[in-house]
C-alpha cells in the first residue's frame, strides 16, 4: 500500500465524520436520552453486533461497566458478543442467526435497551436480536450505516436509528466508534454533571 494511499484512506475518514456531524448529533442525543432514561429507571443495556461491530459492543459495555473519562459507579451494561461457549452452543445446537436473540431472551427484561450495530443492517443474528429486543418489551438503538438495510423495517415507535451517511463499512465504523463515546458522554453528563 502506498503512502498516498494512506492519506487518502485518512482523507476519507475525515470527510465521513464531518458528514456525519452534520447530520447525527440530534439522533446521538436522543437515543442518549433512551439510555439514561432506561438506566435511571434500573434498566440496562445489551449490545450485539460481528465483526469489528462486535468490538464495538464491548466497547460500549466496558465503558459503562468500568468508566468513561469521570469517576462515577459502574453502570449495567452486557455485550453479547463474549461468551464463546454460549455463541458455539447456539450456533451448533440452533443457528448463528440465533446467537443473539436467544441470550435477549434470557438476560433481556422490560425497560432495558438493546444496542444493535451493524454497518449493512443486514446481519441476520442482529436482525433478530431486535425482534427478541421488542418482545422483550425493550427499546432498540441501532447504528448502521448506507440505506440502514432490512433493519429500516423492524423499528418501533420508541427506537432510534443512528445511520452514518456512508457505504464503507470501515468508514461507518470509524464513525461508530466515535458515536460510542459521544453516547458514554452524554449519559456520564446527564446521569453525573460530566468529567
Ligand atoms: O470490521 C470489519 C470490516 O472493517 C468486518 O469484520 C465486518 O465487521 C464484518 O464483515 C461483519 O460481518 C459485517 O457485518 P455488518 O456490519 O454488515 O452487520
Ligand atoms: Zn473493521
Redesign the pocket.
Known amino acids: 500500500m502506498s503512502v498516498d494511499r494512506i492519506r487518502q484512506l485518512f482523507a476519507e475518514s475525515l470527510e465521513t465524520k464531518a458528514k456525519a456531524g452534520e447530520v447525527l448529533p440530534e439522533v446521538i442525543a436522543a437515543a442518549g436520552q433512551v439510555m439514561v432514561e432506561s438506566l435511571l429507571n434500573g434498566g440496562k443495556i445489551l449490545s450485539c ?6 468490538g464495538d459492543a464491548q466497547h460500549f459495555s466496558s465503558e459503562l461497566l468500568n468508566r468513561f473519562e469521570m469517576e462515577r459507579p459502574a453502570l449495567p451494561a452486557v455485550a453479547l458478543t463474549t461468551d464463546s461457549s454460549t455463541l458455539t452452543s447456539i450456533a451448533n445446537d440452533y443457528s448463528y442467526n440465533e446467537v443473539y436473540s436467544k441470550q435477549v431472551r434470557a438476560l433481556g427484561n422490560a425497560g432495558d435497551v438493546l444496542l444493535a ?7 441476520a443474528n ?1 436482525i433478530q436480536a431486535i425482534q427478541a429486543a421488542h418482545d422483550r418489551e425493550m427499546k432498540v438503538v441501532a447504528m448502521t450505516g448506507r440505506e440502514g ?1 432490512e433493519m429500516v423495517n423492524l423499528y418501533g415507535p420508541g427506537d432510534i436509528e443512528i445511520r452514518v451517511p456512508a457505504s464503507s ?2 468508514r461507518i ?1 470509524e464513525v461508530h466508534l466515535l458515536v460510542i463515546h459521544a453516547l458514554c458522554d452524554f449519559i456520564d453528563q446527564q446521569l453525573f454533571g460530566g468529567p
Open positions: 453486533g460481528n465483526g469489528g461491530s462486535a450495530i451493524s454497518t449493512s443492517g443486514n446481519s442482529v438495510g463499512t470501515a465504523q
